[in-house]
C-alpha cells in the first residue's frame, strides 16, 4: 500500500520533558523519586524509533513489557482493545490495566500519567510494607469534540480493484491534501480511514498545531463517516494515588493554573495524533477494519448504558458522537502513557519529584514485632503452667465440652461450678434426677443451687412455678427443678 507518511516515530527535543517516575526513595517524613526529564536536547532523533528490547538494553526488562517509541504499531492491540472498552456499561468508574505487564490498574482516566508504576525500583525503611504513595505529575488532559462535518474534504474514492484512496484536507491542513491507500472488497463497504494532517517540514523546532482527526467510512461504517474531531491538549497537573496492596493507581486534575507545557515544540501532540492515521490504514484489510470494530464496540457500549439508566431522549447522532469521543480519550491516553513508559525504559531520562508514602507501622519480621510476639507467647505460656499446677494436671475437674449447648448453660449461670460438679458426672443413674433450687444470694442476685450442695450464704425464696416444679427438701419457701442430662 502506497500512502503519505511523515517519520511517525520522531519526536522533537521537547519532547524529553516529558517526566514519569522512575525510582523512588522513600522517607518516613515523605517521598522522593525520579521523573522522566527531557532536557537533553544533543540526542539524535533517530534514537527515538529505537524500540524495546535491542542490543544495547538487553533483555532484563522483557518481564515488565513491551516500551517502544513506535506506540501506533508495537502495542496496536492494546490500543485497541481500550478503545472497545472505553465506555462502560454500568455508568462506573472505568477499570483498564497498564500497557505494560507490572499489574498495576488504573481507576478512572489514566491522564497519560503514573506510567511508571511498577517500572522503577521502590526503595525504603527496611522492616517497613509499602501500602501507597502519592506525589504530582505535570501531562496533559487531553479534551476531545466531535461533530458530523457534512461537508469534509477527506473521502473515499475507488481507485483500481480492491483499492480505495482516503484522500482530502483537513481543518488544520498546511500542506496540501491526505492520501492513503486502503485495500477492500466490492464496494469498500469494509473500509475506514482516517486522516490527520502531516507535517511540511519535520526539523521545524516548532510543529505546526494538530488537533483535527476526520473519518472516512465505508457502508459497514456509515456511523463513522464524515466524523470529525477536535483533540485539545491542556496542560495540567495531577495527584498521583497509588495503592500497592489492591495495585490501583488513581489520577486526578488539580485546578492550577500555573502549569508549564511538557512538549512547547508540539511535536509530541502532532505525532500521537498522526499514531490514528497509521493505525487505520494498517488494520483495515479486505473484510474488516478493526479500528472501526472497537469504536462500534465502544459506541455499543454508551448506548447500553444510557438504556440501563432508562434514558430514551438522546439522538442516534449524540451516542454515536459519544461513543466515538470517549474511544479517542482512551487511545490518547494510552499512548501518552507509552510514551512516558518509552522514555523511562528506553530513554532512561528520570528527575526527582516530592511525595508522600504509606509504610506500615509494625511490620511482621521486625525486632520490635518479633520482641512483643515473644513476650505475648511467654505470657501465654507462663500462665499455662501455673493452671496446670494449681489444677494438678486438670485432675478431677468434671467434663466441659463447649459444643454441646447444657454444658455451657450451666458453666455459665449462677452456682455453676456446683452444678458442674453435679451435672457433669459419669454416674449415668443420676442423670434426669438431680435436685436445684433458686436462691438469693443476698445482693439481689439469683444462683442454681444444687440439693445438698447448698451453700449457707444462699437464703432460699418462696417463688412461682408452673405444673413441672415439684416441690420438696428445702421447707416451704423453696422450689426445686428436675435437670435432665444436666438441663434445667
Known sequence: MER????????????????????????????????????????????????????????????????????GVQLLGSLLAGAAAASPIHNSSRMHEKLDSTGYTYVGRSYGVGSSVGLGQVNFKEGRDLLGWKYQEVGYAAKVNCIYNKSANFVLNKKETLLWAAEGEMPD??????????????????????????????????????????????????????????????????????????????????????????DPSRWLKGV???????????????????????????????????????????SDNDINLRGIENAIISMVDDMLAAYASAQLVVGNFKDNVKGTVRVTAVAIGEKRFAIAAFALNMVVAFIF??????????????????????????????GGGSLAKAGFTTDSEKLGKIQVRYGETGTGRYALAVEELASPTVKYENMRSDSDISYGGAGRNSVTHSVEGGMI
Request: some cysteine; charged content about 20%; glycine content about 8%.
Open 385 to 414: 503452667l501455673l493452671e496446670a499446677l494449681r489444677t494438678r494436671g486438670w485432675k478431677d475437674l468434671p467434663e466441659f465440652d463447649p459444643s454441646d449447648i447444657r454444658h455451657v448453660m450451666i458453666a455459665a449461670s449462677e
Open 272 to 314: 500521537l495524533l498522526r499514531q490514528f492515521e497509521l493505525i487505520a490504514n494498517d488494520e483495515t484489510n479486505l473484510y474488516v477494519s478493526t479500528v472501526g470494530s472497537a469504536f462500534n464496540n465502544s459506541i455499543t457500549g454508551h448506548l447500553l448504558s444510557l438504556e440501563m439508566n432508562g434514558t430514551t431522549s438522546v
Open 4 to 71: 503519505r507518511h511523515d517519520p511517525p516515530n520522531q519526536l522533537g527535543p521537547a519532547f524529553w520533558l516529558h517526566c514519569a517516575t522512575r525510582s523512588l526513595c522513600i522517607r518516613l517524613d515523605g517521598l522522593q523519586c525520579h521523573l522522566g526529564c527531557c532536557n537533553d536536547t544533543s540526542r539524535d532523533r533517530r534514537e527515538d524509533r529505537r524500540q524495546h528490547p535491542d542490543s544495547q538494553l538487553g533483555q532484563h526488562d522483557l518481564s515488565l513489557g513491551k516500551f517502544s517509541y513506535s506506540v
Open 173 to 262: 491542513s498546511d500542506d496540501g491534501g491526505e492520501y492513503s491507500n486502503y485495500v477492500g472488497y466490492g464496494d469498500g463497504n469494509n473500509v475506514l480511514a482516517i486522516g490527520v494532517a502531516h507535517f511540511k517540514d519535520h526539523n521545524a523546532t516548532v510543529a505546526p498545531v494538530r488537533r483535527y482527526i476526520s473519518f472516512a467510512g465505508g457502508f459497514w461504517y456509515k456511523f463513522l463517516d464524515q466524523a470529525q474531531c477536535e483533540v485539545d491538549f491542556e496542560p495540567t497537573r495531577f495527584n498521583v494515588t497509588v495503592n500497592n496492596l489492591g495495585k490501583n493507581i488513581t489520577v486526578e486534575p488539580t485546578n492550577d493554573t500555573d502549569v508549564p507545557d511538557i
